[in-house]
């Protein structure tokens, strides 16, 4: 935590931070899925988001030791097939636009790189150095490719230098869904400027703070993810760093995210700066990123959302309706942690991932099972949709559930039900 006797300090700047946006209370972590002999140990801790009026950079304050977060990682993107082709196209792009000199004399690095799904498409185009760099260990061990050498480590500094003296300076760093996590931005960003020679281009996609704004996203908030980048708040922390960023497009393929492309002042790439980026950055100078008072708000309409949807459920509950969650992820047990949910309200949790099931969900301790559930004899009234993202495919995936009389309830952006026959607003149940 960036807290001291003198106050909270953000994260990018160091300034003092004086703009709470949520408190979420004491909470357990979001992704502290448990068997009910953890019961008694569970840990809690604070969840606080600060807005900075000094740079614009909106950030979780209550930081949570990295090793306790990544002790159990079971995310492996290889496995899922639009990721494999986006990161394959994702390769191609990048390579043409920027690596002019032979490819066999290029080097790459990517930090946070998982199981090598982009790493992979790297090599295939026959770049001369292709490094990775990761600290879950159990992860970066299935790349298992004599092409890539692997530094099984946190990226930082320290790691830079030890690149650089092992490989020298590269002409690319990639990070992906990875810039929102680290815990200290400032050693991270210095390590991107140092391993990289002055023409490098450093290119990162992350999740987009506009998404969170619009869709009331706030389950997105918990200690994994510590940083909600808009463009405004990314341009003023690079320039820190004597960096820029020179262009920024979303991301197709991973809704709600965008790919910012950065190099040093003074390089060649400074000279081209595209129009996207001062498009954007007017459009959320409109939308008012860069004033507390948009935060504000946001935390006023999360908290409304929440009292419409408590007072749904307590309505249901006390005429007698049963109901369930659906999709035990991180972001169900922010929202479960923040309305107060618990069993009194839902009887179980339904998630397909075979890895979940039999555990309970943090804090609230719902038991999880898979969706077949919901076409057991006993199909609950309500099903409350956590994953409320994936909407049309959980709709297709209970279809019977829903034609046999099921009412699914979406808690987000706006509370609603929807049955077999349409949606109803709250107001009609
Ligand atoms: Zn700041």
Same mark, same amino acid.
């Given at each position: 935590m960036q807290s001291s006797k003198h106050g909270l300090r953000c994260a990018f700047c160091n300034a003092k931070l004086h703009?709470?946006?949520m408190d979420f209370g004491e909470v357990a972590l979001a992704g502290g899925f448990l068997s009910p002999n953890g019961f008694q140990k569970e840990t809690f801790y604070p969840l606080r988001l600060f807005y900075c009026e000094q740079c614009y950079g909106l950030q979780v304050v209550d930081k949570v030791d990295a090793a306790e977060l990544f002790q159990d990682y079971f995310y492996f993107s290889s496995s899922i097939n639009t990721l494999k082709n986006h990161f394959k196209n994702y390769a191609t792009e990048v390579v043409s636009r920027f690596l002019k000199k032979p490819l066999n004399d290029a080097k790459v690095l990517e930090f946070g790189c998982n199981d090598g799904v982009l790493l992979r498409p790297l090599a295939d185009l026959k770049i001369g150095t292709v490094i990775g760099v990761d600290p879950a260990a159990n992860v970066v061990k299935t790349i298992n490719d004599p092409r890539i050498k692997i530094v099984n480590s946190f990226f930082n500094l320290a790691t830079a230098k030890e690149v650089i003296s092992q490989f020298g300076k590269v002409d690319m760093v990639i990070a992906n869904n990875v810039y929102a996590h680290i815990s200290d931005m400032q050693d991270v960003t210095w390590a991107i400027h140092e391993v990289l020679n002055e023409e490098g281009v450093f290119i990162f996609e992350v999740h987009y703070l506009g998404k969170m704004m619009d869709e009331l #996203? &706030?389950?997105?908030? &918990?200690?994994?993810?510590?940083y909600y980048h808009s463009l405004l708040s990314l341009k003023k922390h690079f320039e820190r760093y004597r960096m820029l960023i020179f262009d920024v497009e979303p991301v197709s393929t991973h809704a709600g995210s965008m790919r910012y492309y950065v190099c040093k002042e003074?390089?060649?790439?400074?000279?081209?700066?595209? #129009?996207a980026v001062q498009t954007l950055a007017n459009e959320e100078i409109e939308r008012g990123y860069n004033r507390k008072e948009t935060f504000l708000n946001f935390s006023t309409q999360v908290n409304n959302t929440k009292l419409e949807l408590m007072a749904l459920i307590d309505r249901l509950k006390d005429s007698g309706k049963s109901i369930v969650g659906y999709g035990a992820s991180g972001r169900a047990n922010t929202l479960i942690q923040y309305c107060g949910l618990g069993q009194q309200h839902l009887d179980y949790v339904v998630d397909d991932a075979p890895i979940k099931q039999g555990f309970y969900t943090p804090n609230s301790h719902l038991l999880i099972r898979p969706s077949t559930a919901l076409e057991s004899r006993n199909p609950p009234d309500y099903v409350l949709i956590f994953a409320w993202s994936f909407l049309e495919e959980i709709m297709l995936r209970s279809s019977t559930y829903l034609r046999n009389g099921g009412k699914f309830i979406i808690p987000l952006p706006k509370v609603k039900i929807i049955s077999a026959i349409g949606e109803q607003g709250v107001d009609q149940i």
């Open positions: 703009t709470k946006v #996203q &706030y389950d997105m908030i &918990y200690h994994e993810h510590l003074g390089s060649e790439n400074a000279n081209n700066l595209t #129009q």
